[in-house]
């Protein structure tokens, strides 16, 4: 079966969605269990022309929900889904400059990762 999943947030996206209303941040919150258990749909998914940027996506009232994660496998005991931030909008077209940023978090996610094994072993 593999490795168990954890979802694990970045203070970006944990603010973000403690800042949502409950119905958008149950739904969400539901994907993300649907993934640890290892069922994949529309609510997440891979963003096209990206580095390995997915996202959990949901609608509600007409308003697009929309946390940006990527994979961290580098863990022996389990495999990580990162949450970089998240968003709202109207439309379900995402914006470049947000897949951006979330690659740009994940630049510097595992840059800090490395550093951390390189002090360890010193």
């Known amino acids: ?16 969605t403690n800042s949502l209303e409950i119905n958008p941040k149950r739904k969400l919150f539901q994907a993300m269990r649907k993934t640890r258990e290892r069922l994949f749909g529309q609510w997440f998914t891979k963003l096209k022309s990206s580095d390995g940027i997915f996202e959990f996506r949901v ?6 929900y929309r946390l940006f994660a990527f994979w961290d496998t580098e863990e022996d005991e389990m495999t990580l889904v990162v949450v970089t931030h998240g968003l709202i909008k109207k439309t379900n077209k995402t914006p470049l400059s947000e897949i951006q940023k979330a690659e740009q978090i994940k630049r510097e996610y595992f840059d800090e990762k490395k550093r951390d094994k390189m002090n360890k072993s010193k």
Request: glycine share 10%; charged share 40%; aromatic share 14%.
């Open 1 to 16: 079966m593999g490795k168990r999943i954890e979802v694990i947030f970045l203070k970006q996206a944990e603010e973000f």
């Open 59 to 64: 609608d509600d009232s007409g308003k697009y």
